[in-house]
């Protein structure tokens, strides 16, 4: 159980356009749905926070105009770079969790979706 | 913004012997977790310790955490080449319920 896929795994588009990422919860109800960025060789950053029904959470520094959060449902979340530019290229992850049950604190990671911006 | 340090950043060691990482964290916490992840891939669930535990086993691991010090270690004994991969400790914050990532430790078992 808690099985979280992304689609797509990998993606290549050119500068200026716009790409969506999706981040489904496959057998659990994700209340809450984490984006996380990864640079080469680096940690993962969080990027923001999404709640079913409401509006994203974005931490410091990140543009929420450039990056949207939808969370419309308990099972997908997506993300979109908007006008993606070659330093928008990373490996972005999702993660969820369904805090209205125990297993409140658990994050179940998705396999994450390389992004090069040509 | 990254919630700690882990050391070292990398390392390199031969099949069979045990390998040992740090992870150093700057807030409370109401628990600590251990994910693995192998190049190019998602991250894989390891272990959670509690901030009221102070040590925890699974398998060939064996996590510690000592929240006056604010820190943790994650040790795998008897490595497999299988275990090479980037070791990462995430604090899940007393206020916030979200993860914060360490920096990560490198691992390299040679066969």
């Known amino acids: 159980g808690a099985v979280v896929s992304q689609h797509p795994s990998w993606v290549i588009c050119k500068s200026g356009t716009s790409v969506k990422i999706e981040c489904r919860s496959l057998?659990?109800?994700?209340?809450?749905m984490f984006w996380y960025r990864q640079f080469p060789k680096q940690s993962l950053m969080l990027m923001a926070t999404s709640n079913e029904g409401s509006k994203a959470t974005y931490e410091q520094g990140v543009e929420k105009d450039k990056f949207l959060i939808n969370h419309a449902s308990l099972t997908l979340s997506t993300l979109t770079v908007t006008s993606a530019h070659p330093e928008d290229s990373s490996f972005y992850i999702c993660s969820a969790s369904d805090r209205s049950s125990g297993r409140m604190n658990e994050q179940f990671f998705g396999p994450g979706t390389r992004l090069t911006v040509l | 913004s990254q919630q700690g340090e882990e050391d070292p950043q990398a390392l390199s060691i031969q099949e069979g012997e045990n390998a040992t990482m740090n992870c150093s964290y700057k807030t409370s916490i109401n628990n600590l977790q251990w994910y693995r992840q192998n190049s190019g891939r998602g991250l894989v669930h390891l272990i959670l310790?509690?901030?009221?535990?102070r040590e925890k086993h699974s398998g060939r691991l064996r996590v510690t955490l000592d929240t006056s010090k604010k820190s943790s270690s994650l040790l795998i004994t008897a490595s497999r080449a299988a275990d090479t991969a980037s070791y990462f400790c995430?604090?899940?914050?007393?206020?916030?319920?979200?993860?914060?990532f360490g920096g990560g430790t490198r691992v390299l078992v040679k066969p």
């Open positions: 310790i509690r901030s009221n535990e």
């Open positions: 057998d659990f109800q994700a209340t809450t």
């Open positions: 995430a604090t899940d914050e007393a206020a916030g319920n979200k993860l914060t």
